[in-house]
């Protein structure tokens, strides 16, 4: 990076918060501070019945491979849209984020790049349909029982952990879209948190 991303300015280099960091020159108007290059994936635990949506990975790395759907959140996209629209797009299903049951911080190994990635793992409602899916990025698309899981060949082992932990928890004990909260009615921000059971 060598522009401020925000103003434009040539960045220069100064101390904050025990290191050297990239900056913008104009600290008392612009401000800003390059913290690091970070990415957010998103996976999505969606149940049929007792039975999990898997998706099988088209493309290397891992062709051939069941997952859970998910993907990259944009950068100017709302997390809760861009893990539904995941779901629609490799499994067809629509589906609606109900809570965030995980998540997994990986420094310097997103699957993107050498980005510090965060995963977040949420659960999701879907409404009653048929799975569909691309055949290029996506070969395969449905929902699978524990035991027809475990006979499959490479399911994926944080798709594994992520739909016993959702099996094993009450939806709703993660952290939700919080409707009211510091920011909940800015533009681009959501709050997400515990729901103490009053107000599900
Ligand atoms: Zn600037």
Known sequence: MNFCPRCGLTLTSREDGGRERQSCPDVEGCGFIHFGDFSIGVGAVVFSDDKALLVQRGQNPNRGAWQI????AEADEDIALSIEREVLEEAGVTAKIRDAIG??????????????????????????????????????AGYFSLDEMANMERVQSLSSWAIDLAMRTAPDAGLGVAMEGPGADRPGWTMFGLRPEDTL
């Open 103 to 140: 998540f997994r911080h990986a420094i310097g190994g997103g699957i993107g790049g050498p980005s510090t990635n965060i995963y977040i793992v949420f659960r999701l409602d879907a409404e009653p349909g048929e799975t569909s899916f691309d055949n290029d990025e996506i070969i395969g």
């Open 69 to 72: 759907p998910g993907g990259y």
